[in-house]
C-alpha cells in the first residue's frame, strides 16, 4: 500500500510543473497546456484522498473539475482562434491592448 | 509490491511528460506529451480505486480535449516561432517555494487526522455504480448544471472558431484598422 | 428695577447688531441715530438705576440663567448693580452717548460708517457685561469682549499697515496681561470653589495670606494689561491710530479704567494684601511720572492725550493701592469726562488739519473754532487741577492720600506729576490754540467742527467742570460697598498747606506753557534737542525700540529659525516625503501594469505565494510564536 503521501507529493509536483509553465510559457496554447496539467494534478490529490478516507467526494469535485476544463478548452480556444484570425499570432507579448 | 511498481513508473512518466509540455518549443510535441501524461494519469486513477474516473480522464481528455487541441491547431501557424521567455533563477525558486508550501497545506488535513466520509464508499460495489449513486442522489443539480454548461461552452466554442471561417486573416486585420 | 437693568445692558447689543445688519451697506445715518438712541436709552434706564440705589434703594442683583454647570462649578450669568457698578455704569454710557453722537459727524465721510456703529455699539456692551458681572468670569468675558473691540477699532482703517500693527499690538499686550488675570481667576475657583464677588469675598480672608498674594499679583497683571501700565503701556500710545472718537471712549474713558475698576472691585481682596497695595501705589506713581515726561516733548496731539491717559491712570492706582478706593473711583469718573472732552476736541482739530496731528504745524486756530477751543481749555484745565474744575478735587484728593500714608516718595512725584501735568496740557492747548497761525505755512485751510458736534461735548464740558464739587455726595453713595478711608488728623491740618502747594505747582506749569515764547512756539534750540533729557523722552524712554530688540527681533529670528529648520525640514518633509513616497512607488510598480499578461501572470503568482505563506503563518500562529520565544531565549 502506498502511502497518501506518495500521491500528494506527486501531485504538488505535477501543479508545480503547471504552474512553472504558466510562468514561462509565452505561447497561449501552451498556458492552455499547463492550465490542464494544474487541473490534472488537483484531481489526482483529490481522487487520493477520495480513496484513502473511503469518501466519493473528492471524486465528485475530480469530474466537475473535468466537466469545468472541458468547458473551458472549447471556450478558450474558440476565443484564442478568433486572437489568432485578428492578429495572426498567439504571443502573450502581443496581447498588449492596454497600456500601462 | 506491484502497485509499488506501477506508482513509481506513472509517477515519474507523468512528471518527465508533463516536464517535455512546459519545455518543448515545438507545439505539437507539447500536444503529444500531453496526450500521454494524460493517459498515465488516468493509470493512477485506477491505482486509486476510482475506476470510473479513470476511465473520464481517458475518454474526455484524451479523447476529447486533446483531438480538440488538435484539431484546433488547424489553426495555428505552428510553424512560426514564438520567443520564449529564458527562465530565470527567480521563476524556478518560485515555483519551488510554492510548491513546498502547497505540499504543507496538502498534509494539513491528515495531520489533524480527524477526517470522517461524508459519502462513504459502499464495500462490494463497483466504484461505477458507487459514482452513479452518488452523482445522481446528492449532486443531482450541479450535474444538471455542468451538463449545461458544457452545452453553453459548445456552442460558444462553435460560434466563436466558426464565425467567418471562410475569411481571409489578412482581410479581417484591414477591417480591424479601419 | 430688573427690566432697567436688562434695558440698560442689552440695548447695546441690539444697537451693535442692528448697525451690524447694514455693516456691508453703503453709510446710513440711520445706523448712527438709531444706535446713539439706544445707548442713550442705557444711559436713562442707567440713570434711573442709579437714582433708585442713590435713594436708598438695595442693590439690583439678577442671575439670567445658568451659564456653566460643570461638577462643582456653577457659574450663572449673574449681574449686580451696586455703587459701584451703577457709577460705572453711568460714566460708561454717558461718554458712549456723546461719543456716539459726536461720531456721526466725525465720521460722516467714512466709507465703514455703519460699521463703526457696530463696533463701537458691541464695545459699550462688553463693558457693561465687565462692569455688571456678579462674577470673575463674567467680569473676564467682559474683558475680553472690550479688547476684542478695541482691536476692531483701533484697526478700524485696517488698510492702513500702522492701524493694523497697533491693534495687533495693542491685542497682543492684552493677551500677556489676560493669562496673568486668568490665572489669578484660576486661583480663586481653586481656593474658593466659587467665582461669585459675594462667596469670594466672604471667604477670602480664610485664605492663607500666600494664596491671597498671588491672587493679588495675577489679578493686577491682568489690570496692568487693561489700562497699559508699565511695562504693558507701548500699545496705548499706538492705539491712537484708531478713529478719535474710539480714543476718547476706549482709551480714555473706558476700558483702560477696567484695570482700575477691577482692583477697586477686589478690594476686599486687595485690603488683605497691603505690600502689593503698596507695590500698586508705587507703580502707579513711576507711571504717572514716566508718562508725563513722554507726553511733554511729543508733537502728535494724540499721543500727548494718550499719555495723559496713561498718566492718570497712574494717579488711579496710587490711590486704589493705596486702600482709598473710592478716590479712585472719584478720579476714575472725573478723569472721563475730562479727557474724554479733550480727545473729542482733538478730534475736531484733527478733522479741521485734515488728519493732520503735528501741533508744530497748528497754531492760533481760535480763531477759527472757538467753541473746540473753549471747550478743550475747559478740559485742560481740569486735567491741571485748578479750582473748581473736576480734577483739582479727586487729583487733590490722591495727593492727600499719598501724603496721609508718609509715602512722601509717591507724593512727590505726583506733585511733580502734578505740574508737569498743567505744563503738557497748556503746551498743547497753546501749540493749537494760540500763537502764530502756522498752518498757513502748511496750506491747511481748518474749519469749525459740525455745531451738534459741540453740542454733544456740552454735557461733558459741563461735567468737566461742575463734577468734582459733587465730592461729598459721592463719596455719601459709593462708601456703601467701598471701604471708607480716614485720613489722619496731622493730614487733616495739612490739607489747607497741600492744596496750596499741588495749585501752585499747576500753576507754575500753565505759566511756563503759557508765557514761555520757547514752549509757546515749539521753537526749541538744537541744544536744548540735543539733551539727553529731551531725547529720551522724545524716543519713549526707547522702551518701544528695546521691546522690538528684546523680543520682537529675537521672536522673529526663532520663527525663521523653526520655519526653515522645523516647519521646512521636518513638518513639510514629512508630509512631502509621504508624497512622494507614494509617487516614487507608483512610478517603481507602473511596470506591474504593463499590460502584458505573461507579467500579470507571474504577479498572480507571486501573490498567491504571499496568501500561502500568509496563511501558513496564521495557521502555525502558535508554533511560530512558540519558535520565536525559544529563539529569544
Known sequence: MIAMEHYIILSTLLFAIGMYGVIIRKNLLMLFFATEIMLNAVNVALAAISNYYGDLTGQMFAFFIVAIAASEVAIGLGLLIIWFKRHGSIDLDTLKSMKG | MIELIAFYTFAFLTIASFMVVVTSKNALYSMSALASGMILISGLFFLLNADFLGVVQLIVYTGAVIALYAFAMIFFDTTKDIKESKSSKMIFLLSAFSSILLVLIMTMPMASGEVSALYPVHQGVGNAQDVGMVLFTKYLIPFEVAAVMLLVAMIGGIIMAGKKMDANINEMKEELEK | METLLYVALFAPLVGSLFAGIYGASPKTLLTGIVTSALIFTSFVASLLLFLHLYSGGERVHVEMMDWIMAGDLNVPFGFVVDQVSVTMMLVVTLVSTVVHIYSMGYMEKDKGFNRFFSYLSAFVFSMMVLVMSDNFLGLFIGWEGVGLCSWLLIGFWYHKESATW?????????????????????????????????????????????????????????????????????????????????????????????????????????????????????????????????????????????????????YMFVAAGLGAYWIALFHLVTHAFFKALLFLGAGNVMHAMDDELNIMKMGGMRKVMLGTAVL??????????????????????????????????????????????AFYSFRVVMLVFFGSERYKDFGFHPHEAHSYMLWAMAPLAVLAIVAGLFEHQFFDFVHMVLPHYEFSEHTHHMVGQLIIVTTAIAVTGIAIAVFSNMFREGLFSSAFRNNFLYKLFDNQYYIPKIYDEVFSKPYKELSEVFWKQIDMKIVDATVDGIANTLYATGEETRGMQSGNLSYMLRWMVAGLLVLLVSAVAYTYSDVLLTLLQGVAK
Open chain 3, 376 to 421: 478743550m481749555l475747559i478740559a485742560s484745565v481740569a486735567l491741571a487741577g485748578i479750582y473748581p474744575f473736576a480734577g483739582f478735587f479727586s487729583k487733590d484728593k490722591i495727593l492727600e492720600v499719598a501724603f496721609d500714608g508718609h509715602h512722601y516718595i509717591l507724593w512727590g512725584t505726583l506733585w511733580i506729576t502734578a505740574g508737569l501735568t
Open chain 3, 166 to 314: 497697533a491693534a495687533n499690538e495693542a491685542f497682543i499686550m492684552n493677551r500677556i496681561a489676560d493669562l496673568g488675570m486668568l490665572i489669578g481667576i484660576f486661583l480663586i475657583y481653586w481656593n474658593i470653589g466659587s467665582l461669585q464677588y459675594d462667596v469670594v469675598f466672604a471667604n477670602i480672608s480664610n485664605l492663607d495670606i500666600t494664596i491671597v498674594t498671588w491672587i493679588g499679583i495675577f489679578l493686577f497683571i491682568g489690570a496692568m494689561g487693561k489700562s497699559a501700565q508699565f511695562p504693558l503701556h507701548t500699545w496705548l500710545a499706538d492705539a491712537m491710530e484708531g478713529p478719535t472718537p474710539v480714543s476718547a471712549l476706549i482709551h480714555a474713558a473706558t476700558m483702560v479704567t477696567a484695570g482700575v475698576y477691577l482692583v477697586i472691585r477686589a478690594n476686599e481682596l486687595f485690603f488683605l494684601i497691603p505690600d502689593v497695595g503698596y507695590f500698586i501705589a508705587s507703580l502707579g506713581a513711576f507711571v504717572a511720572m514716566f508718562a508725563a515726561t513722554m507726553a511733554l516733548v511729543n508733537r502728535d496731539i494724540k499721543r500727548v492725550i494718550a499719555y495723559s491717559t496713561l498718566s492718570q491712570l497712574g
